[in-house]
């Protein structure tokens, strides 16, 4: 088993979105794209069972930094699932705008603070 216990270092990096940064690397090189459905190891992509045919739409689509999914929260198998369906079947433009600039203001304001606003909910993580 891995130790998962993040460094100093790394606690900030993550904390601030910073450890993003390489990933604009692969945006510049064209195998990712800003916004569309997380990247996924092959080994996420078994443990999730999502190695069949029916969760193949997700593959013909380029891999985002940010998405539905990082945005509302998609935490768990069923909610990522759901939030990278939409997003393929949904995206322009303007949806592409929106998910940058709520993701640009969760690095700055917070997770936690940003989510709060747009579900105007006290209780949110």
């Given at each position: 088993m891995v130790n998962e216990v993040p460094t100093k270092i790394g606690k900030r990096l993550r904390k601030t979105g910073l450890d993003e940064i390489p990933q604009f690397i692969?945006?510049?090189k064209g195998d990712m794209s800003i916004v569309g459905p997380r990247a996924l190891t092959d080994y996420d992509i078994k443990r999730l069972g999502w190695d069949d045919d029916y969760h193949s739409v997700r593959w013909n689509q380029k891999p985002g930094i940010t998405g539905y999914a990082q945005v509302?929260?998609?935490q768990n198998k069923k909610t990522s699932w759901f939030w990278d369906k939409y997003y393929i079947h949904n995206q322009n433009i303007m949806v592409?705008?929106?998910?940058?600039l709520v993701s640009f203001c969760m690095n700055i304001f917070g997770k936690k603070r940003v989510r709060?606003?747009?579900?105007?909910?006290?209780?949110l993580k």
């Open positions: 692969n945006v510049l509302y929260g998609g592409d705008l929106g998910l940058i709060q606003f747009i579900f105007r909910s006290k209780s």
